[in-house]
């Protein structure tokens, strides 16, 4: 006798956390029951994962004897953020898994550059001193935030705490490595060529002993994240999900 599916239910392995590329930790399951919440067995699940989400070992799964189906694995796209997968059966409403991926533990260096020293701008006839000098700069993801490490040339502070430490400016970041997405960088007035499209910029003027403002160039409210002057460095944690 053949009992018609009723419903198709996520089992296991929604909203996960896991590391970008790799497989996620709990392997999603379904379960397809009857009318009566019987389970139902020989029925054909698909496992799709959306555009950049991974992949699955097994798409089209089929229910066992308990009513369950799994796709075997799935692989994360090597992106960060949230990524869905979906789990659909004839006649029946989809599931939706979803995974948020993030850096590992270790982190990922995203750039790690060196700037000559003294080739910031001279002081200029309206009194300002000179600006303070960027040596190093880095930046590595590390689980679900990105960590910019800037390396100055002599102590730096907050402008908000005045001194000759204190350090204004703009870091700019082209995110998406396309100079056609955003606004051109502060420095292509004082001539600089850089091939950038700014997305967001960190405002220093802003910052404080604890945090600075992140603003997203295409539009939105700044965000305000943690922040750390230690001697000639400034650490600052951009979660993933701000940008």
Not at 23 to 46: E, F, H
Not at 158 to 169: L, N
Request: avoid cysteine.
């Amino acid at each position: 006798m053949h009992v018609a599916p009723a419903r198709l239910i996520a089992l296991d392995g929604t909203n996960q956390l896991a590391i970008a590329g790799q497989p996620v930790p709990v392997i999603p399951s379904v379960l397809v029951i009857d009318a009566d919440n019987q389970p139902v067995g020989g029925i054909t699940v698909t496992f799709s994962a959306e555009s950049g989400a991974g992949s699955v070992t097994v798409p089209g799964a089929v229910t066992n004897a308990r009513g369950i189906a799994t796709p075997g694995s799935w692989t994360l796209g090597d992106t960060f953020g949230t990524k869905l997968l979906t789990a659909t059966a004839t006649g029946l409403p989809a599931v939706i898994f979803s995974a948020r991926a993030i850096a590992p533990d270790g982190g990922i260096t995203a750039f790690s550059v060196a700037d000559p020293a003294g080739d910031t701008l001279a002081p200029g006839a309206s009194g300002f001193p000179r600006a303070r000098d960027v040596i190093a700069a880095r930046g590595d993801f590390r689980r679900d935030s990105l960590i910019i490490t800037l390396t100055f040339a002599g102590p730096v502070g907050p402008v908000s705490a005045g001194g000759p430490a204190a350090t204004g400016g703009y870091l700019e970041l082209d995110i998406d490595n396309d100079a056609n997405t955003g606004p051109r960088p502060r420095s292509s007035a004082f001539g600089a060529s850089a091939n950038l499209g700014v997305d967001y910029e960190i405002n220093l003027f802003s910052a404080t002993a604890s945090t600075v403002n992140v603003e997203a160039l295409s539009g939105g409210a700044a965000v305000t994240v943690p922040a750390t002057f230690t001697g000639n460095t400034l650490v600052i944690r951009i979660p993933l999900s701000a940008l």
